[in-house]
């Protein structure tokens, strides 16, 4: 994709209310998909930026998208959420307590529909009073009334918190919720797995040694194209490509440590040809490849971490799990709820 395509040529650097309406709101998108302040828009860089591209056109200010644009794109995602789950059935609700950074505690509710994707009900600020499991219930129940679909969930999640999994108790034994069926979710168990798995020191160790190595190959295109022609190489098997390095996600971290442990023959035939060495360049990395202890304790990890990371990777999908805890806890309940909202829409 070259970005000469938006371009827009000096001759037509004016552009129509339906294009300067689109292009608002896809700002309006890129500003609360990637959790940006709103005054990104009013930076001076963004603004040489966007002459470049189109001289003719002045985005809006901070303050106008997050009043008027920000409010027509929440209430047209609410009416097309509310749509979206009158047309359903066997909806999945799941009920989260999260605490912000002032220490409030804060309940979030989404539907998951039967497709997969997912909308937010409500994210309601608890007071002290109401952390009980009535008073989460009732909020619940409140809820699910408001957006008429009492009949439409089958399935209510709620998450490790005692209070809350007593809420979902009461909350299907209220007259008109009797038919659905109250889960616990047991993905934060398995999140807890991982977490003591990591807190040996030889499994951080080994962890932060094939992130090292997937990021070294990772950030040259050419290496890469060098590994996949060496799995191209190698007679009857197929490798899987060599995962991203992610160090803020244990799950994704799994699968790193799993690509590079299955790509071990293909490291070796890269090393094994002229010129291998030197492209991979990197002393560490080079010494890495060619460290038996390492690549054991590779398949130690693997074997620890790969069965928890299948099935909080499958538990996750079937009942969705939604939690975004880096940015949610800087936010306030109404300011979550609308991002949220737009996001998943």
């Not at 009980?132 to 957006?147: C, D, F, N, P, Y």
């Not at 807890?192 to 070294?216: E, F, V, Y």
Request: charged fraction near 15%; charge should be negative; include cysteine.
């Amino acid at each position: 994709m070259q970005i000469d395509r938006y371009v827009v040529s000096s001759e037509a650097n004016q552009l129509s209310l339906e294009q300067t309406q689109q292009a608002e709101q896809h700002l309006l998108r890129f500003i609360v998909c990637e959790d940006l302040p709103f005054e990104v828009v009013d930076c001076p860089h963004f603004a040489e930026f966007y002459q470049l591209l189109c001289p003719g056109y002045s985005p809006p200010c901070s303050t106008v998208i997050r009043t008027n644009l920000l409010v027509a794109e929440y209430s047209s995602c609410l009416q097309q959420l509310y749509k979206r789950l009158q047309a359903a059935t066997n909806l999945t609700v799941s009920a989260d307590i999260s605490t912000r950074r002032n220490h409030q505690s804060c309940l979030e509710i989404t539907a998951v529909l039967p497709d997969g994707s997912a909308g937010m009900l409500g994210a309601v600020h608890l007071p002290a009073e109401e952390c009980t499991a009535e008073g989460i219930a009732q909020h619940i129940v409140q809820v699910l009334q408001r957006w008429e679909i009492t009949a439409r969930v089958a399935l209510l999640v709620t998450d490790g918190d005692v209070a809350v999994a007593e809420a979902g108790r009461i909350v299907v034994d209220t007259p008109g919720l009797q038919h659905v069926i109250p889960f616990r979710c047991c993905t934060h168990p398995f999140v807890s797995l991982l977490a003591s798995a990591m807190s040996h020191s030889w499994a951080a160790s080994s962890l932060s040694k094939a992130q090292q190595l997937a990021a070294h190959f990772q950030a040259s295109e050419q290496l890469l194209a060098l590994l996949q022609q060496a799995q191209a190489r190698l007679p009857g098997t197929t490798q899987p490509a060599l995962a991203s390095a992610n160090t803020a996600d244990l799950t994704s971290a799994a699968h790193v440590a799993s690509s590079v442990l299955r790509n071990r023959a293909a490291f070796a035939s890269l090393l094994s040809e002229p010129g291998g060495r030197e492209a991979v360049g990197d002393a560490g990395v080079l010494q890495l490849l060619q460290d038996e202890q390492f690549f054991a304790d590779l398949v130690l990890l693997d074997a620890l971490l790969q069965p928890i990371s299948w099935a909080l990777a499958e538990v996750s999908r079937r009942i969705g799990w939604f939690a975004s805890q880096q940015q949610r806890s800087q936010l306030d309940p109404a300011t979550h709820e609308i991002r949220a909202t737009i996001k998943m829409h």
